[in-house]
């Protein structure tokens, strides 16, 4: 399956802390994106990452790509409360497919 | 743009009833998608069409969803008969033109509907 697969599938952090999440896939993709979805909400779009790229940075995300490992990991610096929600990485060969998601808490 | 939106935004039914739910994209996009999301399963591609036409419907669970794109502003996924285990949340998302190549670009979701059937 070429399904992504976030890990943690939980994290819990403090205000203030950074917080990293990874997805590894099983094939070659065109790209990988992150979603962040709000309980009882849509999900968002984040970043996208061509699969030609290592690094990109949006504010305080931070996604990386190392196509030779299959994996992607997402990190949130200085986090706040705001930024509790569920998390996932989408990974696009012919169409794009989500993996289950990283439930992050950020307690205040 | 008010991006996409789905209506209705929760559905409670009896098993057997027909089920509608429907979707606007944002104006200028041309790719539409239909998701569902348990949690068991996560969010699971039914079907997706491109310039009004279904390109890939494999995801559809059995032949009592069916989906359709009368036009470019307008979608409606259709359960009929609906059963309890159809019970989830469904959302439409568009994405628009992929200019120079088919790697996807970002999608922009609905709300979601929330169908409950009993």
């Known amino acids: 399956s070429q399904q992504g697969e976030e890990d943690p599938q939980a994290l819990s952090i403090q205000e203030g802390e950074n917080a990293t999440m990874n997805c590894s896939y099983k094939?070659?993709?065109?790209?990988l994106q992150w979603y962040r979805q709000n309980s009882g909400r849509g999900l968002v779009h984040l970043i996208l990452?061509?699969?030609?790229?290592r690094e990109k940075h949006s504010g305080r995300l931070r996604v990386t790509l190392d196509t030779s490992k299959k994996s992607s990991s997402l990190l949130i610096t200085a986090s706040r409360a705001a930024d509790t929600a569920s998390y996932f990485c989408?990974?696009?060969?012919?169409?794009?497919?989500f993996g289950k998601g990283t439930k992050l808490t950020v307690n205040p | 743009d008010a991006g996409v939106i789905q209506s209705p935004r929760h559905e409670v039914t009896e098993m057997g009833q027909e089920v509608t739910l429907r979707c606007k994209p944002i104006?200028?996009?041309?790719?539409l998608f239909w998701y569902r999301q348990t949690m068991m399963r996560g969010l699971e591609l039914l079907i997706y069409?491109?310039?009004?036409?279904?390109?890939?419907d494999s995801g559809m669970p059995e032949d009592r969803f069916s989906a359709k794109m009368p036009n470019a502003s307008f979608s409606t996924l259709k359960i009929q008969p609906s059963e309890p285990r159809d019970s989830a949340v469904y959302f439409c998302?568009?994405?628009?033109?992929?200019?120079?190549?088919?790697?996807?670009?970002?999608?922009?979701f609905g709300p979601g509907t929330r169908l409950t059937v009993t």
């Open positions: 990452i061509r699969s030609n790229e």
């Open positions: 998302a568009s994405s628009p033109p992929r200019l120079g190549g088919v790697s996807s670009y970002e999608q922009y």
């Open positions: 104006s200028g996009h041309d790719y």
């Open positions: 094939t070659s993709i065109n790209n």
């Open positions: 989408a990974t696009d060969a012919e169409k794009l497919v």
């Open positions: 069409f491109n310039n009004n036409v279904p390109i890939d």
